[in-house]
């Protein structure tokens, strides 16, 4: 089976007028459908460069990425946007929801463009997606009325909505309390149990146990990989 994501030598440089910054440095990296991996790593070693790359919020450097069926490699803004807006979800820190829309309004958001969801279908996409969050009770309720964890909640509703390939987190829990953080991780618990592919972003080792593959990044590159350990070890 063809993994659902193929990073091959990948490289990421940031150029400005003083520097040049090797962000990423020919990371391989493949994810399989229904993994839960762990990206984690000191502050600055380019775990949210690599999340964004996955996201296709950016362009690489130099080398491949395969996403799917799709060679992702090179996309234009626009293109990029269109494949992120059918088979990427991304949930980051600061919840970014939509201060004056309402919960089911941030929700339906990614659906705003889909011609091929008809809008009845996109009424119960995003009741669904609220059950699987818990927060069809707040369904009509503004982001600044709700806590914390509950934002975060339902921006995973949002990132799910579209039923994605993957979906992607950049720290999910930094923003949040012991106990706001417990109801989020365990929320991508079930999500992966139901067969969701996730990749996260974490420095938390409480946070890297919920995953079955761990994979430790330093200055810019993939310093150890749980998944391949056992790949070789098998
Ligand atoms: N847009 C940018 N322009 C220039 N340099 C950048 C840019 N984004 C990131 N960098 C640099 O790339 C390196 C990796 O940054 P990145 O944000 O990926 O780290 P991180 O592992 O997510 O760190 P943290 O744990 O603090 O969030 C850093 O040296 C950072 O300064
Ligand atoms: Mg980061």
């Known amino acids: 089976m063809n993994p659902l994501i193929h990073l091959d030598n990948f490289s990421k440089v940031f150029s400005t007028e003083e520097v040049d910054t090797h962000a990423l440095q020919s990371i391989n990296l493949s994810i399989d459908k229904g993994e839960y991996v762990i990206i984690t790593g000191p ?21 491949s990425y395969k996403l799917g069926e799709k060679e992702v490699t090179g996309l234009n803004a626009s293109e990029r946007a269109r494949v992120r807006n059918t088979d990427i979800g991304i949930v980051f820190q600061s919840f970014n929801l939509i201060s004056d829309l309402t919960v089911a309004e941030n929700i339906g958001l990614p659906m705003t ?3 091929d969801i008809a809008k009845k279908e996109q009424k119960e996409r995003i009741e669904n997606a609220l059950q699987q969050v ?16 509950q934002q975060q909640r339902v921006a995973v509703a949002r990132a799910i909505v579209s039923s994605p390939l993957i979906l992607l987190a950049d720290e999910p829990t930094g923003n949040l309390d012991k106990k706001n953080a417990e109801a989020v991780l365990a929320l991508f618990d079930k999500l992966h149990k139901q067969g969701t592919t996730i990749c996260m972003v974490s420095h938390d080792v409480d946070v890297a146990r919920h995953a079955q593959r761990v994979v430790r990044m330093l200055d810019g590159k993939i310093e150890s990989d749980s998944g391949q350990q056992a790949a070789i070890v098998a």
Do not use: E, F, I, V
Request: charged residues 15%; hydrophobic residues 20%.
């Open 43 to 63: 502050s600055g070693c380019g775990k949210s460069t690599l999340l964004s790359m996955l996201g296709l919020l950016d362009n690489g450097s130099s080398g």
């Open 113 to 115: 463009y889909r011609k």
């Open 134 to 149: 818990d927060m069809s009770h707040r369904a009509n309720h503004y982001p600044g009325q709700l806590s914390g964890g």
